[in-house]
């Protein structure tokens, strides 16, 4: 059975105070891997595509890893404004078909202090 | 943002009632997805679509229905409305490569 486990479910943290969030996974394929961040009621806004262990992935202060086991979001120094749930989702592959589907984690609240 | 919007936004209904959803892209996007998110769950996959009228089942699909007559919207359905299917419910799009975006989100009382 597909699974995506993320831990830590909450982190706070320190302004400027980096820190990792993991996304551990299992499937029989991965077609890809990705990472969204979502604000309270607002919907998961896209932050990384992830297809291949040894890829990396960037955006301001944020950086996306990704081996055949798991994937990390590394926060370099983070600002309040980087608060929000983290989710981490896994695309399988099917070669028959039905790929469609997204396993999600549930997620990792993510709270920076000023 | 996707071009992605969703009504209602809120809404409060009674059990047995007909509920629809309604999920609305400007981008002529192929792929339409609908997911609901519950406390303790990730987003779970309810129904999605490939094209007009093509639709197929996803991991939590009983009690829901699906249409797309257009390109450009995809509806949910819930036939008779229960307490289980309070939930927020999001649609999806799938642009470059295999990335989906997402919509605002609907949120749903079922009393």
């Known amino acids: 059975e597909d699974q995506v486990t993320q831990s830590p479910e909450a982190l706070r943290l320190q302004e400027g105070e980096s820190s990792s969030l993991n996304c551990s996974y299992t499937v029989s394929g991965l077609r890809g891997l990705f990472w969204y961040r979502q604000d309270p009621g607002k919907g998961p806004e896209f932050l990384f595509t992830?297809?291949?262990a040894g890829e990396e992935k960037e955006k301001e202060r944020l950086k996306a890893t990704l081996t055949k086991k798991e994937s990390f979001l590394h926060i370099t120094a983070p600002k309040p404004e980087d608060s929000a749930t983290y989710l981490c989702?896994?695309?399988?592959?099917?070669?028959?078909?039905?790929?469609?589907?997204?396993?999600f984690g549930k997620g990792t609240k993510l709270t920076v202090n000023p | 943002d996707a071009g992605i919007t969703q009504s209602p936004r809120h809404k409060v209904t009674e059990t047995g009632t007909p509920v629809t959803l309604r999920c609305h892209q400007t981008e002529n996007h192929r792929y339409m997805y609908w997911y609901r998110q519950d406390p303790g769950h990730g987003l779970r996959l309810i129904h999605y679509s490939y094209g007009v009228k093509d639709t197929d089942k996803g991991e939590v699909s009983d009690g829901y229905s699906v249409s797309r007559s257009k390109t450009e919207d995809f509806l949910l359905t819930l036939e008779s409305a229960t307490s289980s299917q309070t939930s927020v419910y999001f649609c999806?799009?799938?642009?470059?490569?295999?990335?989906?975006?997402f919509g605002p989100g609907t949120r749903l009382l079922v009393l």
């Open positions: 992830l297809y291949s």
């Open positions: 989702a896994v695309q399988p592959l099917r070669p028959q078909g039905g790929s469609e589907k997204l396993v």
């Open positions: 999806a799009i799938k642009s470059s490569g295999e990335t989906q975006y």
